[in-house]
């Protein structure tokens, strides 16, 4: 099942949907192009990535 990952209005209302309640894999994607792929993580690596996107911030 997926929920919604966040929402920015400072960012044109960009979010993604999260799936992290299958066992071994943490699915991603973008809400307004559901059928535009799908990010798989490894669950190990779901937090590391969201610790970077944090530091990072936006790229645009």
Avoid: I, S
Wanted: charged content about 20%.
């Amino acid at each position: 099942m997926y929920f919604p990952g966040g929402h920015r209005a400072d960012r044109g209302g960009a979010c993604v949907e999260v799936a992290d309640n299958m066992p071994g894999v943490v699915l991603v994607r973008a809400t307004k192009d559901r059928d535009g792929g799908t990010l798989h993580f490894a669950p190990g690596t779901w937090q590391p990535f969201l610790g970077l996107a944090k530091r990072l911030g936006p790229a645009g």
